[in-house]
């Protein structure tokens, strides 16, 4: 066997996406020099790279041209005009987005700091695009009242992710790119450290620390069509669930409206943003029967479900009638090649058609978590309801349930969360750590814990089923029975089914017996992690009776604030999660709950 | 082997680079027996006038033109934005390279022949 | 795939693997699997289907699916490319067969993986974040989208190692910067926000700089993002002959972008 | 860059050079003798043509042999050397072939001896 080392560092960071390399960077700045970076992929191939379309902040820099009504074109403000948008706004977009289940104190906070982040990354060399004076540009996005979504033509993202990740190495920031993490150790409440998997070698390390934070992005690898990454199998969530700590939130997971076709591939939110139609098998523009005011713009969830009833009652386009068409061909070649050439390469790779010239196949497709580790604005991961911490564990970004995107994110607020939590949560685990946190003692053997499950993949002694048919089984099911519409009878179904699953999987081997760069057994551990927290979502999804955000049910078709405005909060026990409930910081007097309205 | 049009140019400018500056010094040398007077001179020249020299100065030719015209294409290049057309520029290149090649050798050949 | 409109055209393809295990195996070798193929079947489709179904041991590279995370840069029948965004079909040859090889020139961790070690020491090696002046200020730099243009896109290169691996001078010499690399210092260089484009024209100039590169276009060739790093780098190399008036021509834009951005 | 610059440089000069070389030298006649090459080498204005020419054909051939070797990554380590050496060649080659052409005077100037 190969050697395993312990390696302690003051703080270590797992996952090196927008959150976790921010959350690096500024402990780093706060002073802490011993820190740690986990990344199962390179980190600047974490999934915060793929977002296209934004990251909200309201600067005011444009408005739309007075008298062309809302979804008029827009123009620079002049200065010295009164700035068309304010932090107020974009916390109502956001409350309202959220179904009332975002909290507003969370809220307010990260509208608040929005500007300031942005510039943050401005000044640190980010390219975003511009407006003729030189001010950041901006464009709408769904379920925004004003074009406050700052962009670098469609791939925002991945300028954040190298800017950042720029900035961190030039600050000293040790990565160890393509590790990754097993195993969280907490014990009586406290956080001790992780094991982590030396992908290269095949060996494992206990790695100790003062405090661990959590990036590890979100979990839409569990459905069959969607738009993440094959990293975003939600590892980190398992993985804390696994060791105590609740899952919060975790039946809201947002299918994103334009999904290429068959392949879940994401077509840019800007593709509407920018002024695409959506458009169905009689060439209508369907969602003047939904949201006659916003139309395509309308927040995702509802876009979704929109195409999926046309889809069922079949005004579907395609051979199966399973697509919606999205046409941009009116926009024009100009503005397709300098707003969005990447969406453009994408269609043309992928389905074979140039935006310019005709309309692309699409369909709803997983995207977004909303759900995830409950943690303060501070990062500060909780241990239940009441808000007990534990000592030493933090979280953001996408994995993370801080709840500010509440029951529905809207788009360019998650790369804004990720960022700004991140940051926050690096602050506070440096104060933490200069405080006089110190390294605790772990007991057991969490390294021969680890290896012991490694070593159950690799015996083929007796294994009949394959744990690629185990996961494409879930896929499947979460696809088919948790997806955009939901009902008490299918979710019942697909809890058993995975319950099968989870037992399928004790008899899984993997094929490759190797130790040097298994990603065969990656994979098995990734299943491992979709099937635990699978069961959270569909259970959690189950309980919930009422529809609200991304979580919609047919069987209980409105939303009830009686009963449900709380949050869910799902404890690992030997026969499935216990959940307990806990209630929504609402400001009751500025931002009462109302019926949501498009 | 990574194949390319840019690696071969760049193989063959480098050959011929090289085989240039090896020539370069015998010349140097041949040339140099000048001061020694004709006798020697053309003794020394003689070792380079036999039939394969002869041949080996078409070879000669060709490495000259080639590694000439690949480097003006690079010069081209450096002065202008023109790496978009860097396949037809290399086409074009080697076309000419071809086609002066055969206008300064078969002169050449036609010489010897001649003896 | 859900009923897809181009499933009736499936065809059988010979997928022919590099594989390679330095623990186990002398020497690479090459494994051939038979799958079937529609139009819109990805090579990474291709790879994925291979390892779920056949052989659990095929080891590659790839994450985002988007052609934007820069993981699955292999060679496809001796061409550099992601293979994400890339459909089988398009490089089958006459005998329906597609090769599929590590990188070259770069050493094999095992299969398809490559060690990428010496091109992210050199993209460290030319300081990639922005040195900003002193000072934050208060409001956003006015960086105007001219000088954003001239950038080139140099900010979409998703680090995918394709041109790096592709260019015989990296082959050569591994203390080459790289065409990676050198596309990053020049959108450094260029960026207005950025104080220090005269030391960083200096790097450059030193012996594994630009004025290695010979211009063999390797890099343009393979880069599937569409960029152009020998244009970039003929770019620094006139800016370095008059690094000194670069120099100070980016001190007085900077105080105009300090003075714009209060 | 200075390398480059003189590489680049020399190229430039070299193409005229070598077209004039190759028209005058190695053109009409197809046979190069003694005789001709004296006749050439007579008059001052070919010798300064030439002596310019083989200090451009130097210094290209040498900074590109230069460059030709510090590609190959061992090679780095001894650049210093190799540079020393480049120098040396040049300086050698330079004064070897202009006192071949310089000193040439048609009367047999030297005592010849084989
Ligand atoms: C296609 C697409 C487009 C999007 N567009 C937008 C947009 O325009 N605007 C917007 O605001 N949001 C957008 N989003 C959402 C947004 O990109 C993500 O929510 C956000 O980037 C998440 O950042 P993160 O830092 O939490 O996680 P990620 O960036 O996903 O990073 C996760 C990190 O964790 C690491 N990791 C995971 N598991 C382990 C493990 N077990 N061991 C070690 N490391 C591990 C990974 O290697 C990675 O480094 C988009 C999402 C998708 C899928
Ligand atoms: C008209 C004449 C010539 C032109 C335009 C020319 C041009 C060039 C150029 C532009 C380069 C740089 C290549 C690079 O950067 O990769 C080069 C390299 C070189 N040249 Fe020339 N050259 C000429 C004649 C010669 C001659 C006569 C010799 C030999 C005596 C020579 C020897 C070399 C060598 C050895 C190299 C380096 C090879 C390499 O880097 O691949 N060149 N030449
Ligand atoms: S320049 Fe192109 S090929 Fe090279 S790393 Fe960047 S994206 Fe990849
Ligand atoms: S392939 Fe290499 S040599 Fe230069 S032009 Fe590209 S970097
Ligand atoms: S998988 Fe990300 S670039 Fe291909």
Redesign the interface.
């Known amino acids: 066997m190969i050697e395993s080392r312990v390696i302690e560092h003051d703080i270590i960071v797992v996952g090196a996406g927008l959150a976790g390399t921010w959350a690096a960077l500024s402990a780093g700045q706060q002073g802490v020099a011993n820190i740690g970076v986990l990344s199962k ?2 980190p ?4 915060s ?2 977002a296209q379309g934004g990251i909200a902040a309201a600067l005011g820099n444009v408005r739309p041209v007075a008298g062309t009504g809302p979804r008029g074109p827009l123009e620079p403000v002049p200065a010295g005009d009164e700035p068309p948008d304010s932090w107020e706004l974009h916390m109502f977009d956001t409350i309202k987005g959220s179904d009332w289940l975002g909290d507003q104190a969370a809220i307010e906070l990260m509208v608040k700091e929005a500007p300031e982040m ?2 943050a990354y ?4 980010c ?10 540009a901006q464009r709408r996005f769904g379920g925004h009242s004003a074009p406050r979504a700052n962009y ?2 469609d ?1 925002t993202g ?2 954040l992710l ?2 950042i990740h ?2 961190a ?2 600050h000293g920031v040790r990565f160890y790119s393509e590790w990754y993490c097993m195993d969280l150790i907490v014990e009586d409440n406290i956080c001790r450290g992780v094991v982590a998997l030396d992908i ?1 070698t095949g060996a494992l390390h206990l790695m100790r620390a003062k405090a661990v934070f959590f990036g590890t992005g979100g979990y839409g690898r569990a459905w069959k ?1 969607t738009s993440n ?3 975003n199998t939600g590892d980190g969530v398992a993985i804390a669930y696994n060791a105590g700590v609740p899952l919060m939130d975790m039946e809201f997971v947002q299918f994103h409206p334009t999904g290429l076709y ?2 879940g ?2 077509m840019s939110e800007a593709c509407r943003g920018e002024g695409g139609y959506l458009v169905n098998r009689e060439g209508r523009r369907f969602m003047e029967d939904y949201a006659a005011d916003k139309m395509e713009l309308a927040p995702r969830d509802l876009v979704s479900r929109s195409e999926q009833i046309e889809i069922d009652e079949g005004r579907g386009t ?3 009638g ?1 697509g919606i068409d999205l046409d941009m061909t009116h926009l024009g070649r100009e503005k397709i090649m300098t707003r969005l050439p ?1 969406v453009r ?2 269609a043309m ?4 058609v140039d935006i310019i010239e005709g309309p692309v196949p699409i369909q709803p497709t997983a995207h977004y978590s909303m759900g995830g580790i409950p943690a303060t604005v501070d990062g500060q991961v909780i241990a239940d309801a009441a808000g007990t911490p534990v000592v030493g564990f933090y979280a953001a970004g996408e994995c993370a349930c801080v709840s500010v995107h509440g029951a529905n994110r809207l788009g360019t607020n998650s790369l804004l969360g990720a960022s700004l939590f991140g940051r926050r949560a690096g602050t506070a685990m440096a104060a933490f750590v200069q405080d006089g946190a110190g390294l605790h003692p772990v007991s057991g053997d969490p390294v021969a814990r680890n290896q012991a499950r490694i070593a159950g993949f690799m015996d083929g002694g007796g294994k009949k089923e ?3 048919q185990v996961g ?1 089984e879930l896929k499947e099911t979460m696809t088919r029975q948790c997806g955009v519409f939901r009902n008490a009878e299918e979710m019942g179904k697909a809890l058993e089914k995975i319950k099968r699953l989870q037992q399928r999987f004790g008899q899984a081997g ?11 057994l990656l ?1 098995a551990i990734e299943t491992e992690h979709l099937l635990t927290f699978s069961e959270v979502i569909v259970a959690s999804g189950l309980a919930r009776t009422e529809s609200r955000g991304a979580h919609y049910r047919v069987d209980f078709p409105k939303r009830d604030d009686q009963e449900w405005l709380k949050h869910t909060m799902a404890h690992k026990a030997s026969d499935g999660p216990i959940l307990s409930y806990k209630p929504v910081h609402i400001f009751t007097d500025r931002y009462p709950p109302q019926e949501r309205k498009y | ?7 071969i ?2 193989i063959f400018r480098r050959v011929s680079g090289v085989a240039l500056v090896l020539y370069l010094f015998i010349h140097i040398w041949v040339i140099g027996s000048i001061n020694a007077g004709p006798a020697v001179f053309d003794q020394r020249l003689a070792l380079v006038q036999t039939p394969i020299f002869k041949l080996m100065e078409v070879a000669l030719l060709a490495a000259v033109i080639y590694h000439a015209f690949d480097g003006i294409r ?1 010069l081209i ?2 002065y202008f ?1 023109v ?1 978009d057309a ?1 396949k037809s520029m290399f086409y074009a290149m080697f076309a000419a390279f071809i086609l002066v090649t055969i206008a300064g050798g078969v002169p050449i050949i036609l010489f010897m022949l001649e003896g | ?5 181009m499933e009736a055209s499936t065809q059988s393809a010979a997928v022919r693997i590099q594989r390679f ?4 195996d002398k020497k690479p070798y090459f494994r051939t699997y038979h799958i079937p193929v529609t ?2 079947t ?1 090579i990474l489709d291709a790879l994925d289907a291979i ?3 056949q ?3 095929v ?13 699955c840069a292999m060679n496809i029948n ?1 061409r ?1 490319t992601l293979v994400c ?3 089988v079909r398009a490089h089958l040859d006459k005998k329906n067969q597609i090769s599929i090889r590590p990188l ?2 770069l050493p094999i ?2 299969d398809l ?1 490559v060690d ?1 070690s010496s091109f992210w020491e050199q993209y ?1 090696k030319v ?4 040195l ?1 002046p002193d000072g ?2 208060e ?7 001219d000088e ?1 243009a001239a ?1 080139q896109n140099a ?2 290169c ?2 995918c190692g394709a041109c790096y ?2 260019c ?2 990296v ?5 080459y910067l790289g065409p990676h690399a050198l596309l990053k210092a020049f ?2 260089v260029l ?1 207005p ?2 104080s220090q484009p005269g030391q960083r024209l200096q790097q450059l ?1 030193g ?1 594994y700089g630009v ?2 590169c ?5 890099c ?2 393979a880069c599937p993002k569409q960029l ?1 790093p ?2 970039a780098i ?1 770019t620094l ?2 800016l ?2 008059k690094r000194v008036t670069f120099a100070a021509a980016r001190e007085v834009r900077q105080e105009k972008l300090l003075s ?1 951005s209060r | ?1 200075r ?3 003189m590489q680049r440089f020399s190229a430039i000069a070299l193409v005229v050079f070598m077209t004039i070389h190759m028209v005058v030298v190695h053109y009409p006649p197809f046979h190069i003798d003694f005789s001709r090459i004296i006749e050439r080498l007579d008059q001052p204005l070919w010798k300064g043509i030439d002596i310019a020419f083989l200090f451009f054909v130097l210094v290209h051939a040498l900074s590109g042999g230069y460059a030709v070797l ?4 061992r090679v ?1 380590a001894s ?1 210093r050397l190799l540079m020393g050496a480049a120098v040396l060649v040049g300086i050698a080659a330079f004064v070897y072939g202009s006192i071949t052409i310089l000193a040439f005077h048609p009367p047999a100037a030297v005592v010849v001896l084989p």
């Open positions: 992929i390179h600047l191939r974490s999934h790279g793929a942005i510039l401005e000044h640190m060399g390219v975003f695009s511009r407006l003729p004076d030189g001010r950041i670098a033509a791939y991945h300028v190298h800017t720029e900035q190495l030039r290269r069509i990454a094959a990293a068959g392949k591939i994401l395609g051979a199966d399973q990447q390469e994408l790779n992928f389905a074979g394959s744990v690629g494409a993997i094929m490759d017996k190797s130790r040097r760069f298994n990603t065969d994979g | 082997m990574y194949r390319s049009t840019g690696f140019s760049f690079l290049v450096h934005n790496t860097r | 795939m859900t009923g897809n409109r295990d330095p623990d186990v139009a819109d990805t390892k779920q179904h052989d659990g041991s080891t590659f590279r790839r994450s985002c699916r988007h052609a934007i995370c820069g993981s001796g550099n965004n890339q459909p070259p020139y961790i095992k993986v990428r460290l300081k990639p974040w922005l900003p934050v200020p409001k956003e730099y006015r960086v105007s989208p954003v950038l900010e979409t998703i680090m691996s592709a015989q001078v082959a050569l010499n591994k203390n959108l450094r960026d926000r950025d100039d012996d004025f290695r010979h211009t063999i276009f390797n343009i060739d152009n020998t244009e003929e190399r006139k370095i002959q714009e | 860059m390398l480059f610059r510090m590609d190959i990554e780095n650049k």
